[in-house]
């Protein structure tokens, strides 16, 4: 099993950068994919970004492609999602999520396919 804790979030104005960070516990972590998501008041939970277990290969929501880095250090087990060109519409809870069975490109992209959840952190854009 794997614990992942959230930070970083918090209240910034459009344009602005925010860097997201998750702690993972146990000593497995580099056998995880990881994930982030997010999930607005009234909508439906959205891929903002995945990283294989190496860090080598990296995915990114339609949304977000351009502005938002995501990256991992499995000597430290954490991964961040830098946020940069921040917009109201970005506004949301972001949650790190860690898959140990995903196989498929196509998996990174489903939240069903996760298996653990962080807590998840606020983040709020003002225009």
């Known amino acids: 099993q794997v614990q992942l804790v959230e930070s970083g979030g918090g209240l910034v104005q459009a344009g602005g950068s925010l860097r997201l960070s998750c702690a993972a516990s146990g000593r497995t972590f580099s056998s995880y994919r990881m994930g982030w998501f997010r999930q607005a008041p009234g909508k439906k939970r959205e891929f903002v970004a995945a990283?294989?277990?190496?860090?080598?290969?990296?995915y990114y929501g339609d949304s977000v492609k351009g502005r938002f880095t995501v990256s991992r250090d499995n000597a430290k087990n954490t991964v961040s999602l830098q946020m940069n060109s921040l917009k109201p519409e970005d506004t949301a809870v972001y949650y790190c999520a860690a898959d140990h069975l995903g196989g498929s490109i196509r998996a990174y992209y489903q939240d069903y396919e996760y298996e653990y959840w962080g807590q998840g952190t606020q983040v709020t854009v003002s225009s």
């Open positions: 990283i294989s277990r190496s860090g080598g290969s990296t």
